[in-house]
T-cell receptor, first 113, second 114 residues
């Protein structure tokens, strides 16, 4: 039972263009959402987060959008850079057991120079 | 060190052997997590430690898996009688808050069971 889904296993984008990574969730009780980035042979690193009381959070080139009615989360990277090439995981935290982060399967982003 | 440290980084073992994976969290972080990433899968929650509280072991896939955290710091994940399906990257993470907050991950221990 995959509560957090990333339906696109991979995405290729030209340098300078926008990258849009999508995440869907099934549990309306999720309270907080995060995006992590993972390079090969490294652990995931935190990128950006959003609380369920907001619909947008921006940090430099990275913006996360939350559509609660659609149970949909997206990460926008603009402009995309070759160094952004990595696997991106979305994660959600339920209101109960707030420590049990639930991760999606990841989307591999490749930014082409 | 400044980050979460895991060892070994790679472990190849034969089916049926026991393995131990170690995690040294960031100093002062009270919360410690173990996750596992199998090929093509997301990060699967295994176990959570918070301070002196009883750990949440609800994610451990079988009784062959166990974990302990000594002195509120270093943690060891033990897999007994390893099976091929145990092959995965085992990731440890720590955080300084009990609830929502950034997780700091180690580089992982890649386990291959032949």
């Amino acid at each position: 039972d995959q509560q957090v889904k990333q339906n696109s296993p991979s995405l290729s984008v030209q340098e300078g263009r926008i990258s849009i990574l999508n995440c869907d969730y099934t549990n309306s009780m999720f309270d907080y959402f995060l995006w992590y980035k993972k390079y090969p042979a490294e652990g995931p690193t935190f990128l950006i987060s959003i609380s369920s009381i907001k619909d947008k959070n921006e940090d430099g080139r990275f913006t996360v959008f939350l559509n609660k009615s659609a149970k949909h989360l997206s990460l926008h990277i603009v402009p995309s850079q070759p160094g952004d090439s990595a696997v991106y995981f979305c994660a959600a935290i339920p209101r109960s057991g707030t420590y049990k982060y639930i991760f999606g399967t990841g989307t591999r982003l490749k930014v082409l120079a | 060190g400044a980050g979460v440290s895991q060892s070994p980084s790679n472990k190849v073992t034969e089916k049926g052997k026991d393995v131990e994976l170690r995690c040294d969290p960031i100093s002062g972080h009270t919360a410690l997590y173990w996750y596992r990433q199998s090929l093509g899968q997301g990060l699967e929650f295994l176990i959570y430690f918070q301070g002196n509280s009883a750990p949440d072991k609800s994610g451990l896939p079988s009784d062959r898996f166990s974990a302990e955290r000594t002195g509120g710091s270093v943690s060891t994940l033990t897999i007994q009688r390893t099976q091929q399906e145990d092959s995965a990257v085992y990731l440890c993470a720590s955080s300084s808050t009990r609830t929502t907050g950034e997780l700091f991950f180690g580089e992982g221990s890649r386990l291959t069971v032949l």
